[in-house]
T-cell receptor, first 115, second 117 residues
Framework: AQSVSQHNHHVILSEAASLELGCNYS??????LFWYVQYPGQHLQLLLK??????LVKGIKGFEAEFIKSKFSFNLRKPSVQWSDTAEYFC?????????????FGKGTRLSVIA | AAGVIQSPRHLIKEKRETATLKCYPI?????VYWYQQGPGQDPQFLIS???????DKGSIPDRFSAQQFSDYHSELNMSSLELGDSALYFC????????????????FGPGTRLLVL
């Protein structure tokens, strides 16, 4: 079965610091990869996604992620975080070849940005 | 742009009562997913529908049932509620698209926060 690992449970950064959140997945085939963000008390919002092509994906709000197939990883990055980036970040995968496939989420990483 | 609509946003029920959660997908989206997110947990898949037929089933208790109607909205019916059912219930919708679902993106609604007392 597919699984998604997010190694950092809680990350605390100062404003303007750089961010990298790890995500590794276990799945033998090609997958679709996603990062969702959940601001306090709000719903999941899509940050970015990877289906195929350029492994470096740019999303909203200055986030980007890099798919490294050999490492089964899809790490999320942002060069300079802001206080408003404080949220829970979820990595998710779904296999692409079966359609209507539910997402498998990682446990999430809570990011706290302090002034 | 139109988003996924869920109602109600908040619901308080007593143990052993029933609850019905509603989800209205983004227009022209044909697939609906239900997820349950417990406090401090990641979303867990419950059930999904494509073109009004159940397409996949996850960790949905037998006390729960769901369906998708002709207008593509979906309802999650929960009976004999237990304290452990207290959670945030998300609905997500997607469109199979011309690629047959190979590049499918799910968009989430705001969720229904259910509290069982």
């Amino acid at each position: 079965a597919q699984s998604v690992s997010q190694h950092n449970h809680h990350v605390i950064l100062s404003e303007a610091a750089s961010l990298e959140l790890g995500c590794n997945y276990s799945y033998g085939g090609t997958v679709n990869l996603f990062w969702y963000v959940q601001y306090p008390g709000q719903h999941l919002q899509l940050l970015l996604k990877y289906f195929s092509g350029d492994p470096l994906v740019k999303g909203i709000k200055g986030f980007e992620a890099e798919f490294i197939k050999s490492k089964f990883s899809f790490n999320l990055r942002k060069p300079s975080v802001q206080w408003s980036d404080t949220a829970e970040y979820f990595c998710a995968v779904s296999p692409p070849f079966s359609g209507n496939t539910p997402l498998v989420f990682g446990k999430g990483t809570r990011l706290s940005v302090i002034a | 742009a139109a988003g996924v609509i869920q109602s109600p946003r908040h619901l308080i029920k007593e143990k052993r009562e029933t609850a019905t959660l509603k989800c209205y997908p983004i227009p022209r989206h044909d697939t609906v997913y239900w997820y349950q997110q417990g406090p401090g947990q990641d979303p867990q898949f419950l059930i999904s529908f494509y073109e009004k037929m159940q397409s996949d089933k996850g960790s949905i208790p037998d006390r729960f049932s769901a369906q998708q109607f002709s207008d593509y909205h979906s309802e999650l019916n929960m009976s004999s509620l237990e304290l452990g059912d207290s959670a945030l219930y998300f609905c997500a919708s997607s469109q199979m698209g011309t690629s047959g679902g190979y590049q499918e993106t799910q968009y989430f609604g705001p969720g229904t926060r259910l509290l069982v007392l």
